[in-house]
């Protein structure tokens, strides 16, 4: 190759590299923003917790997730007891059942029950951060790429119409 033809190539190959960056830009940015929110569970409720998520957060977890905006609707767990429950729970002793048998007639399930072994707590806090800053991080090079396009780029309607078509495709193809 000669020093032209590799001159070229390069120059070829940064066109392509600036283009295809400008229009995945919004995307990237918006994986990064509901990629924190995801990192922390601020786009859900969590079992026990009395955090209820605001819409637009679940909604792009949603996006993020299942490429769709819309959230399935969570059944809340169940308030009244069955009738074998209630029963169970006033007289105080397990349900008979044909052909089965219950803890009285087995004394081996009565037996105490075995104890597990106690295994080492992972802290997920450290690593939940590390990838806070890697969203911002991303974020903030998304950012700064698009700057430099429009400082260091001569066509600046080329890469307005790249960011531009970055950010209403997805948005039209996630409401058809």
Do not use: C
Not at 10 to 33: E, W
Not at 64 to 73: A, D, E, F, N, S
């Amino acid at each position: 190759m000669t020093r032209s033809s590799s001159h070229t190539l390069l120059r070829g190959v940064r066109l392509l590299h600036l283009y295809l960056g400008v229009f995945i830009a919004p995307a990237l940015m918006f994986f990064a923003f509901t990629g924190a929110l995801q990192t922390f569970s601020l786009h859900e409720t969590t079992r026990g917790s009395s955090y209820k998520p605001p819409a637009w957060a679940v909604t792009l977890g949603q996006i993020h997730k299942k490429q769709t905006p819309v959230v399935p609707v969570r059944r809340p767990p169940p308030t009244a007891t069955s009738d074998a429950t209630a029963r169970v729970a006033e007289e105080g002793a397990a349900p008979q059942h044909e052909g089965r048998r219950t803890r009285e007639a087995n004394p081996a399930a009565q037996s105490a029950p075995q104890a597990a072994p106690e295994v080492a707590k992972h802290h997920p806090l450290p690593l939940k951060i590390f990838f806070l800053i890697v969203s911002i991080g991303l974020f903030l090079s998304t950012l700064t790429g698009i700057y430099m396009s429009y400082k260091y780029m001569r066509n600046r309607v080329v890469v307005t119409t790249l960011l531009i078509l970055g950010a209403v495709i997805p948005v039209v193809l996630t409401f058809v």
